[in-house]
């Protein structure tokens, strides 16, 4: 009872702020954009919102029992914020992340494990980095080896001209987004 009041609180502080700080028409014009101004000027990026609210899903999941309903809000809502510009370094630094994943799973992740002691006495900062560094090493070690194995048995790539035709094409028989294409 008092997790789903703290998860549905975090969830509406984390949409509220990837709303916010999101209502531009790209990911990359936060960057851009003059502070000075009015950043709410252009149109909402519905996938910004939605991933402000998944960061605030995320961020409160390591400890939804202890915090009063304002708090979770608040842990929300760094989660919604950290999620925006995290995807928007993310496109900086030309990692591929084209939903968001890896900010909002793994960045904010890492927030909401780091918010426990917040409103957990029980909880410590060493302990949960631990227990992040922890997770990353068994995801990353266990994702290894099985996209090694899978390169082995079966390869991980598609043929150029697949490539270059695009998968859906090639696996569904229909292209997803032909407004895209240059053909």
């Known amino acids: 009872t008092r997790s789903v009041l703290c998860e ?12 916010f700080f ?10 851009q954009c003059d502070w000075s101004s009015d950043v709410c000027s252009s149109d909402l990026d ?3 919102a939605l991933n402000g609210a998944l960061a605030g899903l995320v961020a409160i999941t390591a400890g939804p029992d202890t915090p009063t309903p304002l708090m979770a ?9 950290l999620v925006v510009f995290s995807i928007v370094g993310m496109d900086k630094l030309k990692i591929d992340d084209p939903v968001g ?4 799973h793994g960045v904010v992740g890492l927030w909401g494990l780091l918010a426990v002691p917040l409103t957990n006495g029980d909880a410590s900062f060493l302990g949960q980095i631990v227990g992040a560094v922890t997770i990353f090493v068994w995801v990353f070690g266990t994702s290894l080896v099985t996209w090694l194995a899978i390169k082995a ?8 001209e697949d490539e270059y035709d695009g998968v859906d094409l090639s696996e569904c028989g229909m292209e997803a987004y032909p407004e895209f294409t240059n053909k």
């Open 22 to 31: 999101f209502k531009q028409k790209t990911a990359y014009e936060i960057y």
């Open 153 to 160: 048995i079966m390869g991980v790539r598609v043929s150029e």
């Open 46 to 48: 519905l996938t910004m």
């Open 101 to 104: 994943a890896i900010s909002v």
């Open 73 to 81: 809000t608040l842990i929300g809502a760094v989660g919604g914020t």
């Open 8 to 19: 549905s609180a975090s969830l509406s502080g984390g949409g509220g702020c990837g709303f």
